[in-house]
């Protein structure tokens, strides 16, 4: 088992140069994200089923604007305390690669602004719609 997950993440090679440590980089990335969204997903089905009442608080599963009450969800799910988690976690381990001097400042910046992006997004549509309804 220990053989099939470094053979999967690119471990098998003791010498690496930079670009295969990057590609390595990569695929270990790539698996930690589809781990971390399966295990979401397992852990935590109702989140595919569940869906908020904004009017009353209350999760339901049925609802008469269905898609507009999905797409709420994913939001608040993504915006609220599970993405704020994640945004953390994305920290943390942009940390440790900084301690171990494995953190490519660009890559950080992305992250950096990606944290941003995903949590000022409600603000930046507002900006779009609101800067198209005045023209």
Do not use: C, Y
């Not at 790539?30 to 999760?59: C, G």
């Not at 890559?107 to 930046?124: R, S, Y």
């Amino acid at each position: 088992m220990r053989d099939a997950f470094k053979q999967v993440l690119g471990f098998d090679s003791m010498s690496a140069t930079s670009t295969e440590t990057q590609k390595r980089n990569k695929r270990v990335v790539k698996f930690m994200a589809m781990s971390a969204a399966t295990a979401v997903l397992v852990l935590e089905p109702s989140l595919a089923l569940a869906v908020p009442d904004l009017d009353t608080n209350a999760v339901t599963t049925t609802g008469a604007n269905g898609i507009s009450r999905a797409v709420n969800a994913i939001v608040q799910t993504l915006t609220g305390t599970l993405g704020q988690s994640i945004a953390v976690l994305a920290v943390i381990v942009m940390g440790f690669m900084a301690m171990f001097g494995r953190l490519a400042w660009d890559h950080a910046m992305k992250v950096i602004l990606g944290i941003a992006i995903v949590f000022g997004a409600a603000t930046i549509i507002t900006w779009i719609t609101v800067g198209a309804g005045e023209g």
